[in-house]
Each structure stands twice: as structure tokens, then as C-alpha cells.
Nanobody, 121 residues
Framework: QVQLVESGGGLVQAGGSLRLSCVASGSIRRVNAMGWYRQAPGKQRELVATITSGGTTNYADSVKGRFTISRDNAKNTVSLQMNSLKPEDTAVYYC???????????????WGQGTQVTVSS
């Protein structure tokens, strides 16, 4: 059983910072790309940032220059440092990872349970 568990959400004032973390655990052979998505009320889930196992990153235009994604391959963790937060960053943030479980031959897509980030103006 593979699972992703997020931590680090909360309430912050505009201009503040938060750091989200996510750890993948269970019977894992390999973790490929990892990333963060978010979903605001009444809106579709959208990509925030992704990072490959080799460290190549990709960001949504709305967060470039403010958010930084990083990972620790040895610990199967991915983090999202969020600076200069804006009220429009308010959303539930979800961790995502493409994982090859033990005794499997195909990659599977996994999601965390989500963590709330609220930015007050």
C-alpha cells in the first residue's frame, strides 16, 4: 500500500510564507515525478509545480518567482516553499506522485489527502 501524506498548511497573512511537505511511504520501488496541485472553491484543480526525479522543475505562471519546489529522493519527500503569498493562493493543496510500487510493472498516480492553505488580506 502506497500513500502520500501532506503537512504544513495553515492560515497566513498576505505577504507571508508557508512550507508544505509531503512524504510517500509504503511498498515503493521507484518514485518518478512529484508535484503540487491546488483547488480553490468553485474552481478546477490546477498544477502549481512539479519536479522530476532528476530535479527538473516546472511552475505555473502564477507562482513563478514566489514558490519553490524541492525533493529529497532518499526520503521520498517533496516540499513547496511558498513566499509572498496572496489571497488568491488560498486553496486546498494536494501532493501528487507517479510511483512504481514494489511487485508492479506499471507506474501509478497517487494523491495526498490535501492540506488547506488560507491567505488573509
Amino acid at each position: 500500500q502506497v500513500q502520500l501524506v501532506e503537512s504544513g498548511g495553515g492560515l497566513v497573512q498576505a505577504g507571508g510564507s508557508l512550507r508544505l511537505s509531503c512524504v510517500a511511504s509504503g511498498s515503493i520501488r521507484r518514485v518518478n515525478a512529484m508535484g503540487w496541485y491546488r483547488q480553490a472553491p468553485g474552481k478546477q484543480r490546477e498544477l502549481v509545480a512539479t519536479i522530476t526525479s532528476g530535479g527538473t522543475t516546472n511552475y505555473a505562471d502564477s507562482v513563478k518567482g514566489r514558490f519553490t519546489i524541492s525533493r529529497d529522493n532518499a526520503k521520498n519527500t517533496v516540499s513547496l516553499q511558498m513566499n509572498s503569498l496572496k489571497p488568491e493562493d488560498t486553496a486546498v493543496y494536494y501532493c501528487n506522485a507517479e510511483i512504481l510500487p514494489q511487485q508492479h510493472i506499471m507506474n501509478h498516480d497517487y494523491w495526498g489527502q490535501g492540506t488547506q492553505v488560507t491567505v488573509s488580506s
